[in-house]
């Protein structure tokens, strides 16, 4: 008996729920409509981030920079440096280069060039024993390039750590403004729903207060309104997923096609959808039910 009664209100709740939003359809499509823009606002800014973040990652994995030995130093004394490179904080490990690989390097890289015979010519001497050092953290780049400089028998380097600052500097930027226009958008998105639940309720304020006469508790007479603000939270969520789907797969598709953006690399959304739609559907519900919660309170008190 108690089974058919709870699946009983569960079925009142859903019906209460849709027929609500039909009611107040301008309203409730505003409501979905906020969810939409805040979701698709708030997973753009954050699959930005997260895919300079996996730059980044890239990038402190393949990231290196070239630390020259002292001209003076023979090749015991040059590779007895390897062990203090490998002590300064944030070098994960060193590559020593001989000068006469260096050559080698030099003329392969150029091996295609007019001049290739030219470089294949250049004497030894012009070259210098050389550490590729690899870095842990590359927003320390700068840093690192110090410390290794500072060592004994280094004279000089190779490095772009305007590149890595840039990447930095971008991310932090997404993270920063995805972070402020989420907590905007979610709080007018609460709003809304506040507003499209009060809606409902001020128009059934004489029911309700029946019903509270007659007994009935402040979870059944609340239930309803939380079931419409998780479906419209439900399907704002769902909306703004495929749309993300699309937008994030046409910019994907521009960057791979592009000429003159191919350092950039873009996670394939297969990969990430499931954490895409859990963040999307956990927000959608949050916002539908906390803007209900807000909006039944004052009618509930009889």
Not at 10 to 37: N, R
Not at 122 to 146: C, G, K, M, N, W
Not at 162 to 187: N, T
Request: net charge negative.
């Amino acid at each position: 008996m108690k089974k058919n009664k709870r699946a009983y209100n569960i079925g009142y709740y859903i019906a209460e729920g849709f027929h609500s939003i039909f009611t107040h359809g301008l309203m409730s499509f505003a409501a979905v409509f906020m969810i939409v823009a805040c979701l698709l606002i708030m997973g753009s800014f954050s699959l930005v981030a997260l895919n300079l973040e996996n730059k980044l990652g890239e990038l402190e994995r393949d990231n290196q920079f070239l630390a020259f030995v002292d001209e003076s130093y023979t090749r015991d004394q040059a590779l007895a440096l390897q062990s203090r490179l490998e002590g300064v904080t944030n070098v994960s490990w060193v590559e020593f280069t001989t000068r006469e690989d260096a050559k080698e390097n030099y003329a392969a890289m150029y091996a295609g060039d007019q001049n290739a015979q030219l470089y294949a010519e250049l004497p030894d001497e012009i070259f210098r024993d050389r550490y590729a050092v690899h870095v842990t953290d590359i927003s320390r780049l700068q840093e690192t390039i110090d410390a290794v400089e500072a060592v004994d028998g280094i004279e000089g380097h190779q490095a772009a750590p305007e590149v890595a600052e840039g990447f930095v500097m971008v991310r932090d930027v997404a993270s920063g403004v995805a972070l402020v226009l989420v907590v905007l958008l979610l709080l007018i998105s609460v709003f809304i729903i506040y507003n499209t639940i009060k809606l409902g309720t001020f128009t059934r304020k004489d029911e309700i207060a029946i019903m509270k006469m007659c007994g009935a508790t402040n979870g059944f007479v609340r239930a309803p309104f939380i079931v419409e603000g998780m479906i419209l939270g439900l399907f704002g969520a769902v909306v703004a997923f495929f749309a993300q789907w699309g937008i994030y797969t046409m910019i994907a598709r521009a960057i791979d096609t592009g000429a003159t953006i191919q350092l950039i690399t873009v996670i394939p959304y297969v990969s990430i959808w499931p954490r895409v739609l859990g963040v999307f559907a956990g927000t959608g519900l949050v916002v539908g039910i906390g803007g209900s919660v807000m909006a039944i309170r004052r009618f509930l008190q009889v």
